[in-house]
């Protein structure tokens, strides 16, 4: 048994040398070691995206050739999918913090929590491998014939999401199966923090969704290794077909993206606000209903390949989901009210979550009306719609994350008014980028082009400025979050004055979380009646 | 909560066996009888079905275990369910409305023709 | 030259070309300005909150605090929902306007290969490539295939796309209410020529349409290396095959006529006219070492006198 | 009678009860995710059923219903005496439960046998996936019924391997006496993991076999 019988020791004394990391028990350890990969996966399709954009800052070739550009930006969609947002929350941070946050010791397996560990970094050897072994440039939708017919390497770059696949089945069902049992005594479902909830809805989709991407892609290799013809036009089978597969699973996943960004956003709000979040019972069936109807609303990636039928039964539940996720929205705007607000860096991003989520949602009702979608369909305005969900809602909530519990993850404070600053700049860059893709789209510039009509290039030349501002502000935050594990102040264990439990923890916790035995016996934003720990 | 360890009594297992032997021979006896394409596939999924239920809630116990076990499996057919209802009605109903003009929606095209005597009307 | 899609002054959108192109804008309009409006509440009411509730240092827990308001939730349940619903039907009307077309409309066949788009007119039994024409005012209906890979077919003044699959027949439909040259769009991403899958939509009068049927709008009196220049823009030849001696999709052009090439069955020959030729026409035939025989067949794309164009501005490029 | 060894609940649970709900509901979850593995094949088969009506009747006439027949029984009956060894365990019968063991591993394996035959037959005559289809036949796409055919019974066949796989794993781990009346987590998740094989199956044979 790695766990010494001391169990006051706090994570990173306990035990040292690569193998008790590599083969640790602890979900505070592979919670890091996730963050760790994850964090050099979003360097590298930063770099990607940086690449790109360079390249499109003129109409005509200037860096890559065509076939380069189209394995950059199939790497870039790759990578930040698979290696970065879908794990980002849930593996990261949820790992290091669900069980803490239930009272747990562990999560119930904490033997397969570390086999997903190990999965992920597999999948993610094969899906980098296919840069060496030919690229991939398909699309991280893989779309078949193309896919199919190409002669670059789709099968080990397949191969690889499908083996990811299963390291985040195996993370829902730990997360599933975990808040079930392990809870404490006194948390009860309705005193959840809604981290917690936004995780378990999360966990619904990855365990139900998830294994259709997995037969999908086994599919698509069996296809193109053997013919089966199930996807192959020439044999009688239908591409479409792939279509449906793939976005059954595809779009409840971007649930698996953005459901624990509103988690993190609703702790966030509450503790700077020093508020009881608004509206908590219907903040958590939210969080639920999005990943039941996210279930049903994939056919509205195909509005122009599938039958109207399907489009019109597509379209009509994707404003179902508007409904939920608007309730949300409105829900932490009102919970400000008669606040005791901290603009602390974590408050920051939650307020530049809520502007960038603004705009996603509503360019996503936009995308959702049948009439507009035919024409935006496969343009900017797209691709600026969910970068605005992705990075300005997921990646900007998972910063806001990574601030929020930076003191209790790693024991130190970071520098404030960097932070802020990185805050300012990550939030105008993003903007920059993005912004002017939504007035692009609209007029008819598609995605995915290498080369693209003259009368585009004031508009792409400024998006392209942004990334600039964009990768700067990231630096930053790289450097002054390891300069804070270098030099930083301790932190002490609640800086926050946060009502949850992982406040009750030391900072960085002991090897089992906790001392003592908790117990809760209030609901977990009650500031009125509950106490907060160490104040 | 109470312990989810439950002892199938021995007999209902027996019984279930017999249940799916017999209900195996029943699919094989209305293949032979042709009620058409449509009913006898129904017929041949809804004797599946019982069969799977049978399975589940005495073999695998389901029918002693906790609410949240049953709800699991049945969202997972649920799900599947769904999946298959709407990847077949797509695929059914493919370019329906294209060639028909007024009958679909009771919707007409916003153009009129310039004159009754057009040059393109030859199809 | 085609309109260009980005205007001076204008944020969202191009000019529209078809009636229904203007009702479908007049949605997202309604949209901007509903949610301008719900902007304006949302990030007012934070705005006023950050100002008048901010810490002024103390950590005091407020007193009587606002968790829950049936009212409330009830309020921004209903009205976003009635909104989105507004959104929906509407949406959903105009997808249908956009769907249907007329008993007498105009039909043509359209075909995507990598990567040109090829057009017939199965009335005179013209074929062009890249050059949509079409009369103004009449309903155009468009009978689309792939040959290879799924297409998308996306002419954005019409707000118009749809898909365009391998076996299999999909439709679109439009109406230009003005005379212009507008820019068509593969939108389904198809590999390396992709973004160079462009074509153009001509829409001219009927009378102009009626000569154009009867000519074709052949240059019969532009030199014959010229029309081959401009046929290496127009057909796409450009896509895979460079004038700088630089190897892309397919062997450059620079040099090549009465070169030696290597093929890849080891043999080697000698690239004449009729070389040229072979490979304009049925370039599986003889396929240069090295590539991959992905260059479609041009047989019956090309008049005799383009075929010779083309072969006199491969002569000229050295 | 074996000698049993106690089993030791993990120290980060209370007591063996919550480890023990905590891995059924663990297995569900895993099989609610075995179920949509498979549910793609069962649309994608749906979908072509769908389209080729007549060419699924005609090509699942192809297919030996008897030896489907067989084979359904014999899945049935290891399904059974499955059941029969956990109810075994139960009762701390552990050396019956062990030779009910053998049998289900058997019977899996006579499943596995009647497979070969059956596939055997259908590479001989051709009947294969897409471009390796070399039968002469009046219907154009039927290789796409021995798509089908292929996928939905090669996955299976992968599944009832790794089950019998298990199963060898639970006669080692009785013997060794860790599975007895105190303690058969192991034994209980492999037995859902077997039925669901079963389950499977149950939806394959009408499906493939008895197209109307």
């Known amino acids: 048994m790695v766990h010494s019988a001391s169990s006051s020791v706090n994570f990173f004394k306990a035990s040292s040398g690569w193998r008790s990391w590599l083969f640790t028990l602890d979900h505070k350890r592979i919670g890091i070691m996730y963050l760790v990969s994850i964090i050099i996966a979003f360097g590298l399709g930063g770099l990607f995206a940086m690449a790109l954009r360079l390249e499109l800052l003129s109409p005509s070739p200037i860096l890559f050739s065509a076939k380069e550009y189209n394995q950059l930006f199939t790497l870039h969609g790759a990578i930040m999918t698979f290696l970065f947002i879908i794990p980002s929350i849930p593996a990261a941070l949820g790992n290091f913090l669900l069980p803490i946050m239930i009272g747990a010791k562990d999560f119930a397996f904490p033997k397969l929590n570390l086999a997903s560990l190990h999965i992920y970094i597999l999948g993610s050897f094969f899906l980098l491998a296919s840069l060496f072994v030919g690229g991939v440039d398909t699309g991280w939708t893989f779309y078949t014939p193309y896919s199919v017919e190409t002669d670059t390497s789709t099968v080990m770059t397949t191969l690889g999401v499908f083996i990811l696949g299963f390291s985040s089945i195996l993370t829902g069902i730990n997360f599933i199966v975990t808040v079930h049992k392990m809870r404490v005594p006194g948390l009860t479902w309705m005193r959840l923090p809604l981290l917690i909830w936004a995780l378990y809805s999360t966990a619904v989709i990855q365990v139900l969704a998830t294994p259709v991407l997995a037969i999908t892609l086994m599919l698509l290799i069996v296809e193109r290794v053997f013919g089966v013809g199930i996807f192959d036009p020439a044999l009688g089978g239908d591409p479409v077909l792939f279509q449906h597969f793939f976005w059954f699973y595809s779009h409840p996943a971007v649930y698996i993206m953005i459901l624990p960004a509103m988690g993190v956003i609703s702790e966030i709000v509450t503790t700077f606000c020093k508020k009881n979040i608004f509206g908590y019972k219907i903040m958590a069936a939210s969080s639920i209903s999005i990943a039941v109807i996210g279930f049903l609303v994939w056919g509205h990636h195909m509005f122009t390949s599938q039958s109207p039928l399907a489009s019109a039964i597509f379209s009509f539940l994707t404003f179902f989901v508007s409904i939920p996720s608007g309730i949300k929205l409105f829900n932490w705007v009102a919970t400000m009210y008669r606040g005791n607000i901290d603009l602390k860096t974590p408050f920051l991003y939650f307020l530049a979550f809520l502007f960038l989520f603004f705009i996603g949602g509503i360019t996503g009702v936009v995308l959702g009306a049948l009439s507009l979608n035919v024409h935006l369909h496969d343009t900017y305005f797209v691709v600026a719609h969910f970068h605005y969900v992705m990075v300005g809602g997921t990646t900007i909530a998972f910063l806001g994350g990574i601030h929020y ?90 800086p926050w004055g946060g009502l949850t439990l992982e406040w009750r923890a030391a900072s960085p916790p002991v090897l089992e979380n906790f001392d003592t035995p908790q117990q809760v016996t209030h609901d977990p934003y009650d500031y009125e009646n509950g106490s907060i720990p160490h104040a | 909560m109470a312990s989810s360890h439950h002892i199938v009594p021995v007999k209902a297992l027996i019984g279930t066996f017999i249940a799916l032997l017999g209900l195996t021979a029943v699919t094989v006896l209305v293949t032979f009888i042709d009620l058409g394409p449509a009913l006898n596939l129904v017929l041949a999924l809804l004797i599946a079905g019982i069969k799977a239920s049978l399975v589940l809630f005495v073999f695998m116990a ?18 599947i369910a769904l999946f298959a209802v709407f990847v077949i009605a797509d695929f059914a109903f493919r370019d329906s409305i294209d060639p028909i003009e007024k009958q679909t929606f009771g919707l007409e095209s916003p153009v009129k023709p310039l004159s009754e005597a057009h040059p393109y009307n030859a199809h | 030259m085609n309109e260009s899609l980005v205007e001076f002054g204008s944020l969202f959108f191009s000019k529209p070309a078809t009636a229904i192109a203007g009702q479908v804008d007049s949605l997202f309009t309604f949209i901007l300005w509903v949610s301008i409006l719900l902007f304006l509440l949302v990030f007012g009411a934070a705005a006023v909150f950050v100002y008048k509730y901010r810490s002024k240092g103390n950590t005091v827990i407020p007193k009587q605090q606002w968790i829950h308001d049936n009212r409330f939730e009830l309020l921004w349940t209903v009205v976003p929902f009635i909104l989105v619903m507004i959104v929906f039907v509407w949406g959903f009307k105009d997808f249908f306007l956009l769907r249907v077309s007329p008993s007498y409309s105009y039909e043509i066949s359209v075909t995507g290969k ?41 002419i954005p003044n019409m707000r118009i796309k749809r898909d365009v699959i391998p076996n299999r027949y999909t439709t679109l439909t439009f109406t230009a209410d003005r005379v212009g040259e507008f820019t068509i769009f593969c939108t389904e991403y198809c590999g390396d020529g992709h973004s160079a899958m462009l074509a153009n939509l001509k829409v001219v009068s009927k009378d102009d349409f009626e000569e154009w049927k009867q000519t074709g709008g052949a240059s019969d009196d532009m030199p014959l290396a010229d029309l081959g220049k401009k046929l290496y823009a127009d057909k796409m030849c450009n896509t895979c095959h460079s004038l700088d001696g630089s190897p892309m999709s397919g062997p450059s052009w620079k040099g090549l006529y009465q070169a030696n090439r290597e093929l890849s069955d080891g043999s080697v020959v000698v690239a004449d006219e009729n070389y040229l030729r072979e490979s304009i026409v049925y370039p599986k035939a003889r396929v240069v070492a090295g590539y991959q025989p992905v260059m479609p067949a041009y047989a019956g794309l090309l008049s005799d006198r383009e075929i010779s164009a083309l072969i006199e501005y491969i002569k000229e490029i050295k | ?27 569900w979850l895993f099989l609610a995710q075995e179920l949509l593995f498979f549910s793609a094949l069962f649309v994608g088969y749906g979908v072509f059923r769908f389209l080729h009506p007549e060419m699924f009747l005609h090509a699942s006439k192809l297919l030996s219903w008897k030896m489907g027949l067989v084979n359904t029984m014999v899945l049935i009956t290891s399904s059974f005496t499955m059941v029969l060894a956990v109810w ?8 019956e439960s062990i030779r009910l063991l053998w049998a289900t591993a058997g ?23 897409g471009s390796w289809f070399s039968a002469a036949d009046a219907y154009e796409h039927l290789h796409l019924f021995f798509t089908c055919y292929f996928l939905i019974t090669g996955l299976h066949g992968i599944h009832v391997l790794i089950g019998v796989g298990l199963i060898l794993w639970l006669i080692r781990k009785s013997k060794q006496g860790l599975l007895h009346k105190d303690y058969y987590t192991p034994l209980e998740m492999v037995g859902l993991y077997w039925h669901l094989v079963d389950i499977v199956w149950i939806f394959v044979f009408p499906l493939l076999y008895l197209v109307g």
């Not at chain 1, 510039?445 to 942004?466: E, I, K, N, V, W």
């Not at chain 2, 389901?62 to 799900?79: A, H, K, M, P, Q």
């Not at chain 4, 030791?8 to 059924?24: L, P, R, S, Y």
């Open chain 1, 405 to 494: 519990w930076w003191p209790k993850i790693t024991g130190r404070m970071y520098s404030e008014t960097w932070a802020r600053v990185a805050c300012g700049l990550i939030f105008l860059g993003f903007n920059m980028v993005f912004l002017v893709q939504f007035f692009m789209g609209s007029k008819g510039m598609p995605r995915r082009y290498y080369t693209y009509l003259d009368q585009f290039q004031p508009m792409h030349a400024f998006s392209t400025s942004g990334t600039w501002v964009l990768g700067l502000g990231f630096i930053l935050v790289v450097f002054y979050l390891i300069d804070s594990l270098l030099n930083g102040e301790q932190a002490p264990a609640n």
């Open chain 2, 62 to 79: 389901l029918r002693w275990d906790s609410g949240y076990n049953v709800l699991i499996v049945l969202s997972s057919f649920l799900f």
């Open chain 3, 114 to 154: 990598k990567w040109f788009w090829v057009f017939d007119y199965p009335d005179t039994g013209k074929t062009v490539m890249n050059d949509l024409v079409v009369p103004v005012n009449q309903p155009i209906k468009l009978i689309m295939a792939s040959e290879d890979v799924l297409h998308s077919f996306y």
């Open chain 4, 1 to 27: 009678m074996l000698k049993s060894v106690p089993h030791h609940v993990a120290h980060h649970f209370e007591d063996a009860d919550q480890e023990f709900d905590a891995a059924k509901i663990g297995m």
């Open chain 4, 88 to 95: 075994m365990t139960q009762m701390n019968r552990v050396r």
């Open chain 4, 107 to 129: 019977l899996a394996m006579v499943f596995m046998v009647i497979k070969y035959f059956e596939y055997s037959s259908k590479i001989h005559h051709g009947y294969l996936p």
